[in-house]
């Protein structure tokens, strides 16, 4: 039976991390938040352990940072490594939609339609968190199809690293109808369009980081910062 704890130890480590890492993603972590080892263990009902190794898997790809004692905390991104690394962005996410719309069926395309439709909703609704985890899903559905492990690995450290200032997407002017830039990439998508599907994707990551920039310095001159999912709150 010994034979079978590491593999067992090994897997609920997966498991924590990739709860973890949905959390970054989908921005139910707030920039500064700090993560407590054992806080983060019991709201997840597993011991010290898989929890702490998993803390220190984000550590590695600068996801997380130590913060003594005993204790992780989610980076705080200046406004500067936020426009660097969307800037990068442009480049990775612009090859996957690029690549992606070649290779797209019809199904995926109705698919992205209709996580479109509940990303409006929820904004419309000020439904913040939702919103923030349909637009993830919605890329990484659309950056999958286009086949490139590795491209899709390094876009999504990014993402852990940009996930809990996004955040500051919020508050929103509000747009027209089909003026969002996922509209601009489904009917790019729609005529099998790859630059045209690029530039939508440029062009969404360019609109976000200058709202981005603006809820940011916003909120340091009111002191004031947005409104997160306490840790206490968080969905594992």
Same mark, same amino acid.
């Given at each position: 039976m010994s034979e079978n704890l590491p593999s067992f130890r090994s897997s609920l480590t997966d498991h924590v991390e990739k709860l973890l890492k949905t959390s970054l993603l989908d921005g139910r972590l707030s920039p500064g938040a700090r993560l407590v080892t054992r806080e983060v263990a019991s709201q997840m009902g597993v011991s010290l352990t898989p929890v702490r190794e998993a803390l220190l898997r984000l550590v590695a790809c600068n996801a997380v940072e130590i913060a003594p004692?005993? @204790? %992780?905390k989610v980076p705080v991104l =200046?406004? #500067?490594? $936020?426009?660097e690394i #969307?800037?990068?962005?442009?480049?990775?996410?612009?090859? *996957?939609a690029e690549r992606g719309c070649a290779l797209i069926d019809e199904a995926s395309i109705a698919a992205l339609h209709a996580l479109n439709d509940r990303?409006? #909703?929820?904004?419309?609704?000020?439904?913040?968190?939702?919103?923030? #985890?349909t637009s993830r +899903?919605?890329? %990484? +559905? %659309? $950056?999958?199809? *286009?086949? &490139?492990? =590795?491209l899709f690995e390094m876009i999504e450290r990014l993402w852990l690293r940009i996930g809990p200032t996004l955040n $500051?997407?919020? /508050?929103?002017?509000?747009?027209? /109808?089909?003026t969002h830039s996922y509209d601009y990439l489904l009917d790019a998508l729609g005529r099998h369009d790859g630059v045209g599907a690029r530039a939508a994707i440029e062009r969404a990551i360019s609109a976000g980081t200058a709202i981005?920039?603006?809820?940011?310095?916003? @909120?340091? @001159?009111?002191? &004031? /910062?947005?409104?997160?999912? /306490?840790? =206490?709150?968080?969905?594992?």
């Open positions: 004692p005993r @204790s %992780f =200046s406004v #500067a490594r $936020y426009v #969307a800037d990068i962005r442009c480049v990775l996410e612009g090859l *996957a990303l409006q #909703a929820a904004k419309r609704d000020g439904e913040t968190q939702v919103a923030l #985890a +899903a919605f890329r %990484f +559905a %659309f $950056y999958a199809v *286009a086949g &490139m492990p =590795s $500051y997407l919020y /508050p929103q002017k509000p747009v027209a /109808p089909h981005v920039i603006d809820n940011l310095a916003a @909120s340091e @001159s009111e002191r &004031m /910062p947005p409104t997160f999912a /306490p840790l =206490s709150e968080t969905v594992w």
